[in-house]
């Protein structure tokens, strides 16, 4: 079976501080890909990465970067000087390579206070 | 581009009522769209997949006579929720996916309110 765990529930930082939001996934496929999506109040949600089960380089976009482990099954979010519009819901995502179906975590609420 | 719009952004109805909510694709042809139910503070989940065309693959456990999805064109999928009930009131979500890619594009999402 296909799961998405995001243990985050909610987190708390003050402007200017790193943050890490963790997401582990499982599955059986050896080909899968990997989201990050951010939700903010308004609702519709913003696709900020896409990462293939065959491709473990970090990447890192502005205030953003990801670490893609595939051996602790994990793909973890790192927001670099947070601002205060970072604060949003996150989300963690998992598609097969068999199928378009995404499988979302539980997301991760994040504030971000001045 | 690839950008995907829902109508209506919001909608409060009576209890018993039905619901139709709109998904378009506005600059390219969807061959699958998705429907997705997000509760408050809950993640999304699938509904159902449509394929232009064909009928809707619905999830386990979403009822596929209250939940009618109609895709009829390459450009637009159609969620009706018949005879509503407050339980039903969440934010609805739709994807689309086009011809040549498999990447999904999200719509802005349309709050239901069932009084």
């Known amino acids: 079976a296909q799961k998405v765990t995001q243990a985050q529930t909610e987190i708390s930082v003050v402007e200017k501080e790193d943050v890490t939001l963790d997401c582990v996934y499982e599955?059986?496929?050896?080909?899968?890909?990997l989201f990050w999506y951010k939700q903010p109040p308004s609702g519709e949600l913003v696709f900020l990465i896409r990462?293939?089960?065959?491709?473990?380089q970090n990447e890192i976009s502005g205030r953003y970067s990801w670490n893609f482990q595939k051996s602790t099954s994990s793909f973890n979010f790192t927001i670099t000087a947070s601002q205060v519009v970072d604060s949003a819901v996150y989300f963690c995502a998992l598609r097969m390579d068999s199928s378009y179906k995404l499988i979302f975590g539980s997301g991760t609420r994040l504030l971000v206070r001045p | 581009g690839a950008v995907v719009s829902q109508h209506p952004s919001w909608v409060i109805c009576k209890s018993g009522t039905s619901v139709k909510i709109e998904c378009r694709s506005l600059d390219f042809q969807a061959t699958t769209m998705f429907w997705y139910r997000q509760f408050p503070k809950q993640s999304l989940m699938l509904m159902a997949t449509s394929n232009e065309g064909s009928k809707a693959t619905y999830e386990q456990g979403v009822e596929k006579d209250k939940f009618l999805i109609n895709h009829a064109s390459l450009t637009l999928s159609t969620l009706t929720v018949t005879s509503a009930h407050p339980e039903d009131s969440s934010f609805y979500i739709c994807s689309a996916r086009g011809r040549l890619g498999d990447e999904q594009f999200f719509g802005p999402g349309t709050r239901l309110t069932v009084l």
């Open positions: 990462r293939n089960s065959f491709d473990e």
């Open positions: 599955t059986r496929d050896t080909t899968y890909y």
